[in-house]
């Protein structure tokens, strides 16, 4: 075990924390699991957020230091946003592509679609929301039993606070206006950016007019710095590498948590739960599985010399399955940075460049989760969405991606802002509210392989990629 690769300590970890929550299940562990266990898997999660903040600070000043041309630094900011722009309107078609394909909202009873479209025409109805397809199921005298029926059903469901907590945060975040998301981008007192992990745009913002500032005074004035935030980089460095030797404990008791919380004392309910929403699931699941094992790696094969799937994937298979750990791009974003700076050999400049930015603005399965969502509800609910309706929402889910916090379930918040820009009901996320953990899972871990991939490739436009250890990779 003591040579045994980290992914691999890791994927063991991952496997036996699983099979112990089953197990723990059935057994009526499920309490001991939650209260014993699952604290552990949180002490990980705030473990790496906690060297975070300060390492992508510290890190992108360093970076921007080492350049000594701005004019470099703007080449590597436009190379970057531009491969993420790509990558995540790629992930959007493709999802919306395989939804439309398999259509698995319209794999439900005739007479259950019939009783969603009506109460979404009530809801649209009481809020002077146009019905976005034209039709009228409530006009139409063969449904006439039904309304009364469906609308006395609505006016008995219960309210849900989780949602609507959900729902206020993307009602602040719609009413804001167009150019509120360059004002959040400054901060105006970086310590209280520094201490909140949603707000990493802010740090990114603050480090790299700090490293620009940094390169333009005078050398002798600036070294001191320099030399006070490169050592800081090396600690917070090393406290990556001290807290990854526990990753596989710590990944076993995040999975064990999370099956035991939603599995309680009876296993068979997360079985139950993905039953429901099973083929939604299989095509969120089949749309991430594409972007991970075909469309990153053959991109970063066609873009970069010498790069091959297995080469890939053994350097960054830590940094995939913690992300899919702990549902977390910036919990991840340390390891990450480790793995394409050592193992696929990114320089530094560029790991510090790309990657922080990554981890906020490239949600590729955040945005991929996004559009199959919002059409498979329109299916659920009989309602057919326009191919206008449709690039509406790959725009909107773009956008959105680049504003969702990098912490677990944030794409619900952007979800229900998507849904609303198509005229759809927001509440309709509570559909799909007990398969988003694990699916949340499979997305960062997208996530985080998109930032992987771009960061290699902008690095190898640049010059910045050093190709000596990729034979230990074989």
């Given at each position: 075990?003591?040579?045994l690769?980290?992914?691999?300590?890791?994927?063991?970890?991952?496997?036996?924390?699983?099979?112990?929550?089953?197990?723990?299940?059935?057994?009526?562990w499920?309490?001991?699991?939650?209260d014993?266990?699952?604290p552990?898997?949180?002490?990980?999660?705030?473990?790496l957020?906690?060297?975070?903040?300060?390492?992508?600070?510290f890190?992108?000043?360093?970076?921007?230091?080492?350049?000594?041309?701005?004019?470099?630094?703007g080449?590597?900011?436009?190379?970057?946003?531009?491969?993420?722009?790509?990558?995540?309107?790629?992930?959007?078609?493709?999802?919306?592509?395989?939804v439309?394909?398999f259509?698995?909202g319209?794999?439900?009873?005739?007479?259950?679609?019939?009783?969603?479209?009506?109460?979404?025409?009530?809801?649209?109805?009481?809020?002077?929301?146009?019905?976005?397809?034209?039709?009228?199921?409530?006009?139409?005298?063969?449904?006439?039993?039904?309304?009364?029926v469906?609308?006395?059903l609505m006016?008995?469901?219960?309210?849900n606070?989780?949602l609507?907590?959900?729902?206020?945060?993307a009602?602040?975040?719609?009413?804001?206006?167009?150019?509120?998301?360059?004002?959040?981008?400054?901060p105006?007192?970086?310590?209280?950016?520094?201490?909140?992990n949603?707000?990493?745009?802010?740090?990114?913002?603050?480090?790299?007019?700090?490293?620009?500032?940094?390169?333009?005074?005078?050398?002798?004035?600036?070294?001191?710095?320099?030399g006070l935030?490169?050592?800081?980089?090396?600690?917070?460095l090393?406290?990556v590498?001290?807290?990854?030797?526990?990753?596989?404990?710590?990944v076993?008791a995040?999975?064990?948590?999370v099956?035991?919380?939603?599995?309680?004392d009876?296993?068979?309910a997360?079985?139950?739960?993905?039953?429901?929403?099973?083929?939604?699931?299989?095509?969120?699941?089949a749309?991430?599985?594409?972007?991970?094992?075909?469309f990153?790696p053959?991109?970063?094969?066609?873009?970069?010399?010498?790069?091959?799937?297995?080469?890939?994937?053994?350097?960054?298979?830590?940094?995939?399955?913690l992300?899919?750990?702990?549902?977390?791009?910036?919990?991840?974003l340390?390891?990450?940075?480790?793995?394409?700076?050592?193992?696929?050999?990114?320089?530094?400049?560029?790991?510090?460049?790309?990657?922080?930015?990554?981890?906020?603005?490239?949600?590729?399965?955040?945005?991929?989760?996004?559009?199959?969502a919002?059409?498979?509800?329109?299916?659920?609910?009989?309602?057919d969405?326009?191919?206008?309706?449709?690039?509406?929402?790959?725009?909107?889910?773009?956008?959105?991606?680049i504003?969702?916090?990098?912490?677990?379930?944030?794409g619900?918040?952007m979800?229900?802002?998507?849904l609303?820009?198509?005229?759809?009901?927001?509440?309709?996320?509570?559909i799909?509210?007990?398969?988003?953990?694990?699916?949340?899972?499979?997305?960062?871990?997208?996530?985080?392989?998109?930032?992987?991939?771009?960061?290699?490739?902008v690095?190898?436009?640049?010059?910045?990629?050093?190709?000596?250890n990729?034979?230990?990779?074989?």
């Amino acid at each position: 075990m003591k040579n045994l690769a980290l992914h691999w300590k890791i994927i063991i970890g991952l496997v036996l924390g699983i099979i112990f929550a089953f197990v723990s299940s059935s057994l009526g562990w499920s309490e001991f699991v939650v209260d014993w266990i699952d604290p552990f898997g949180k002490i990980f999660i705030n473990l790496l957020k906690l060297i975070a903040v300060p390492l992508v600070l510290f890190s992108i000043i360093k970076g921007i230091s080492g350049l000594h041309d701005t004019a470099k630094l703007g080449r590597l900011a436009s190379k970057t946003l531009l491969f993420y722009l790509v990558t995540t309107v790629t992930s959007v078609s493709v999802g919306l592509l395989l939804v439309n394909t398999f259509s698995p909202g319209t794999l439900v009873g005739e007479s259950q679609r019939t009783d969603n479209r009506l109460a979404y025409e009530i809801w649209a109805q009481d809020n002077a929301i146009d019905i976005l397809d034209g039709k009228c199921y409530l006009c139409d005298d063969q449904y006439a039993a039904r309304i009364g029926v469906v609308r006395e059903l609505m006016q008995t469901e219960a309210p849900n606070a989780a949602l609507a907590a959900k729902m206020q945060s993307a009602k602040k975040t719609k009413e804001s206006g167009p150019l509120q998301p360059l004002v959040d981008m400054v901060p105006s007192n970086i310590f209280f950016s520094l201490n909140n992990n949603g707000l990493m745009l802010q740090v990114i913002f603050f480090a790299i007019f700090f490293g620009v500032t940094l390169i333009s005074i005078p050398r002798e004035m600036a070294q001191p710095v320099i030399g006070l935030v490169d050592g800081m980089n090396e600690v917070f460095l090393k406290m990556v590498d001290l807290v990854m030797q526990a990753a596989p404990f710590f990944v076993f008791a995040l999975l064990a948590g999370v099956i035991s919380k939603m599995a309680g004392d009876d296993p068979n309910a997360v079985i139950e739960i993905f039953k429901g929403l099973g083929w939604y699931s299989l095509v969120v699941v089949a749309g991430l599985g594409f972007m991970i094992f075909v469309f990153y790696p053959l991109l970063v094969q066609l873009s970069v010399k010498g790069m091959n799937y297995r080469r890939f994937f053994k350097a960054i298979s830590p940094a995939q399955f913690l992300a899919f750990s702990t549902s977390s791009s910036a919990a991840t974003l340390p390891v990450t940075m480790d793995c394409v700076r050592d193992n696929l050999g990114v320089s530094k400049e560029t790991t510090s460049f790309v990657l922080p930015i990554g981890a906020t603005v490239n949600m590729d399965g955040t945005s991929m989760y996004q559009a199959i969502a919002v059409v498979f509800l329109a299916q659920f609910h009989a309602v057919d969405l326009s191919i206008g309706q449709q690039l509406t929402i790959v725009l909107t889910a773009t956008l959105a991606s680049i504003g969702s916090a990098a912490v677990p379930s944030a794409g619900l918040i952007m979800l229900i802002i998507v849904l609303e820009s198509v005229g759809l009901n927001p509440a309709w996320v509570a559909i799909i509210f007990p398969v988003d953990r694990i699916l949340d899972m499979c997305r960062t871990t997208v996530n985080v392989t998109g930032d992987c991939s771009v960061a290699t490739i902008v690095a190898d436009s640049e010059g910045q990629l050093d190709r000596t250890n990729w034979s230990n990779l074989d």
